[in-house]
């Protein structure tokens, strides 16, 4: 509790040392008890995660569907002896033509994606995380090596045993969008992602005639997806979907059929949409439900945005990438703990912090059009009620943080 409230206190640069000075406690205890509250403590962030999931589907109507997004990303950083720290390919900053690689660590993030009724963009907020390690690295500590689709298969496996037969949608980038992930999973769990243009499509296989012999997994080959585009006689269709928080109008055609190689014989629905700028002639979409509409699948993959929008509040906002943990656990526990606080910012705002004496906005004259909360105005939200609750030491803490006392006499 401490840490956490110190965590959300501090302004610069985050760190258990920074959070004890904003949370006033840096002189009650020694140091060292609150950085095992990472290395030793007995807590795993998967439990927590699970406390937090269920409280965030609280906030879903009975029986609603739940809303998942999946990706990873790169936490920056450097240091000697660091666990699971290694050079991986920055995708922010690299392009086709030069790839740029950095240091850091790389997490696999699960999030809830929720509608808020303040907001008109959707909120991704992290629930569970798996730390990347690389091949070398895996090498050179004698310990198995997965990739990061078998991480991402780990967390989905997780999540269905929270789920208890409830529907759930996840939407996926393209990375994750092959065998390892989406084979086997139930049929509750249906999977939003990208596809190949020239991705193998098959139809439904015909029925069995004879009952000797294995029974056929697929059927016929159909044309792929940039066959269909090229096509004469595709009859296109129009339609409009709200996608990145405004509706838009879009060109489309639609087709059910199985991607053995990454989704097995499950029938997909596939949205192809023709694309009039850039090389790519088509942008290929698809979802595990082959009775959704087109317009369902495109709304729903484009919600996939908001954990990139989740990735960036976390780094620049709460020190997602800042520890200075080096020991296993220790970096195994920081980073979910970071992701964790930043969903329960949330919560707090959405129960306590919204519409509150302490929910004020900075005045910004040259933007005057703004009318949903950012997820920094929620933060200096809770600092103002933690301040304004009185359980921070008056003569310690983040109120010093501001004007800090004089240096004491020679």
Aim: glycine residues 8%.
């Amino acid at each position: 509790m401490q840490v956490a409230l110190g965590w959300v206190l501090t302004p610069g640069r985050h760190g258990v040392a920074a959070a004890l000075v904003a949370g006033g406690i840096s002189g009650r205890r020694h140091h060292s008890c609150f950085h095992r509250l990472f290395s030793l403590a007995r807590w795993e962030p998967d439990e927590v995660g699970r406390c937090v999931f269920e409280r965030v589907v609280r906030l879903l109507p009975p029986g609603a569907t739940i809303v998942l997004s999946l990706d990873d990303t790169l936490a920056p950083g450097k240091g000697p002896k660091v666990f699971g720290l290694g050079s991986h390919l920055d995708a922010v900053r690299s392009t086709k033509r030069h790839r740029i690689f950095t240091f850091g660590h790389v997490w696999v993030v699960l999030t809830v994606v929720v509608h808020l009724p303040f907001s008109r963009r959707p909120w991704a907020l992290p629930v569970l995380f798996r730390l990347y390690r690389g091949h070398k690295d895996c090498v050179r500590s004698a310990q198995g090596y997965r990739k990061k689709t078998e991480l991402a298969r780990e967390l989905l496996d997780v999540v269905v045993g929270w789920l208890e037969g409830r529907r759930c949608e996840v939407a996926a980038d393209g990375a994750y969008c092959n065998d390892t992930v989406t084979r086997g999973l139930p049929e509750n769990l249906v999977v939003f992602g990208r596809m190949r243009p020239d991705a193998v499509l098959t139809a439904a296989p015909p029925p069995r005639r004879r009952k000797a012999g294995r029974p056929r997994l697929r059927g016929e080959r159909l044309p792929t997806p940039r066959e269909v585009a090229r096509r004469d006689d595709t009859v296109w269709e129009e339609s409009e979907a709200r996608l990145y928080r405004r509706a838009r109008s879009m060109r489309y055609t639609e087709m059910v059929a199985q991607w053995y190689r990454a989704c097995g014989t499950r029938m997909l629905k596939i949205v192809i949409v023709p694309v009039a700028t850039g090389n790519a002639e088509v942008q290929v979409f698809f979802c595990t439900d082959p009775k959704l509409s087109a317009e369902h699948v495109l709304e729903r993959y484009a919600s996939r945005w908001a954990i990139e929008v989740t990735f960036r509040d976390l780094k620049q906002l709460l020190g997602f990438a800042q520890s200075q943990a080096r020991a296993r656990r220790a970096v195994e526990r920081t980073a979910p703990f970071v992701g964790l606080l930043f969903t329960l910012v949330v919560l707090w705002y959405i129960e306590a912090g919204h519409r509150s004496r302490f929910d004020v906005w900075p005045l910004r004259p040259w933007y005057r059009s703004k009318t949903d909360p950012s997820f920094e105005d929620m933060l200096w939200a809770m600092r103002r009620a933690v301040l304004a609750s009185g359980i921070l030491d008056p003569d310690h803490g983040f109120s010093n943080l501001q004007n800090p006392p004089p240096p004491p006499p020679d």
